[in-house]
């Protein structure tokens, strides 16, 4: 399958990785705190799946990491 996500979605799942990892989050524990199903952050985290963040999804887990939801954009456009 193709991956179709924009370079500027692949940038910000990988940083919402490193974060999550940083702080010594699993995936399936990152998808509860957000409400979601357990294998919410696996799909969007997989590169063979085309799911990605939405704004809300970037806001709430800034509020799980305790950051700004910059954090999680390039200094500049890709």
Same mark, same amino acid.
């Given at each position: 399958?193709? #991956?179709? *996500?924009?370079?500027?979605?692949?940038?910000?799942?990988?940083?919402?990785?490193?974060?999550?990892?940083?702080?010594?989050?699993?995936?399936?524990? *990152?998808? *509860?705190?957000?409400?979601?199903?357990?294998?919410?952050?696996?799909?969007?985290?997989?590169?063979?799946?085309?799911?990605?963040? #939405?704004?809300?999804?970037? #806001?709430?887990?800034?509020?799980?990491?305790?950051?700004?939801?910059?954090?999680?954009?390039?200094?500049?456009? *890709?």
């Amino acid at each position: 399958m193709e #991956n179709s *996500l924009a370079e500027i979605e692949k940038y910000i799942i990988q940083r919402v990785r490193v974060i999550r990892k940083e702080r010594g989050l699993t995936q399936e524990q *990152l998808s *509860l705190k957000l409400d979601k199903g357990v294998g919410f952050i696996g799909d969007i985290e997989s590169p063979s799946k085309k799911a990605k963040y #939405n704004v809300k999804h970037l #806001n709430e887990i800034a509020k799980i990491f305790e950051c700004s939801p910059k954090d999680f954009w390039p200094e500049k456009p *890709l």
